[in-house]
Each structure stands twice: as structure tokens, then as C-alpha cells.
Nanobody, 121 residues
Framework: QVQLVESGGGLVQAGGSLRLSCAPS????????MAWYRQAPGKQRELVAG???????NYADSVKGRFIISSDNAKNTVYLQMNSLKPEDTAVYYC???????????????WGQGTQVTVSS
């Protein structure tokens, strides 16, 4: 059974930086895309940034120029470098990945358990 394991959340002052990491445990054959979402209290979950296996990226307008998503395909790991953090970035951040656990099997959408990011003013 594949699980996504996130790390790197925490408490930081406004203007500071954090780096999130996410990697799957269990059997993984191929990952087609990975992404970070976030959900603040009382709000819907929203896409923060995504990256394909080929390296194409997309970002929410609210984080463009501040956050950078990257991946290491050899390690099946995705990172989110968050700079110039603002109090409105406070949320639970979730890792998402489309994973094929063995050849010819369908891709399945997996979610991590979430990691809290709190930005104090």
C-alpha cells in the first residue's frame, strides 16, 4: 500500500522560509505528476503548485514568485520551497501524486496526511 509522507512544516515568522518534502512509501513504479495543495480553516482545499514528470510546473497566482516546486524523479520526491511567507499562507499543506504501483496498472491518486504551516505576523 502506497502512502505519501510529508515533512518540513512548522511555525515561521512572516518573511521567513520553509521547505516541504514529500515522498511515497511502498511500491512505486512510476509517478506522472505531483502537487501541493493547502487548506486553511474554513476554506476549501486549493492547489498551490504542481509539477509533471517532465518538469512542467504551475502555480496559484497567490504564490507565484514566492514558492518553487521541484522534484527528484530518481527519489520520487517533490519539494516546495516557500519564501517570503505571509500570514495568509497559514494552512495545512497536502501532498498529492498520481502513482502507478507497477507496470500496466492504472494511475491512482494519492494524498498525504498533511503538514501544518503557520506563519506569524
Amino acid at each position: 500500500q502506497v502512502q505519501l509522507v510529508e515533512s518540513g512544516g512548522g511555525l515561521v515568522q512572516a518573511g521567513g522560509s520553509l521547505r516541504l518534502s514529500c515522498a511515497p512509501s511502498g511500491s512505486v513504479f512510476r509517478i506522472s505528476a505531483m502537487a501541493w495543495y493547502r487548506q486553511a480553516p474554513g476554506k476549501q482545499r486549493e492547489l498551490v503548485a504542481g509539477i509533471t514528470r517532465g518538469g512542467s510546473t504551475n502555480y496559484a497566482d497567490s504564490v507565484k514568485g514566492r514558492f518553487i516546486i521541484s522534484s527528484d524523479n530518481a527519489k520520487n520526491t517533490v519539494y516546495l520551497q516557500m519564501n517570503s511567507l505571509k500570514p495568509e499562507d497559514t494552512a495545512v499543506y497536502y501532498c498529492n501524486a498520481d502513482i502507478q504501483d507497477r507496470g500496466l496498472s492504472p494511475y491512482v491518486d494519492y494524498w498525504g496526511q498533511g503538514t501544518q504551516v503557520t506563519v506569524s505576523s
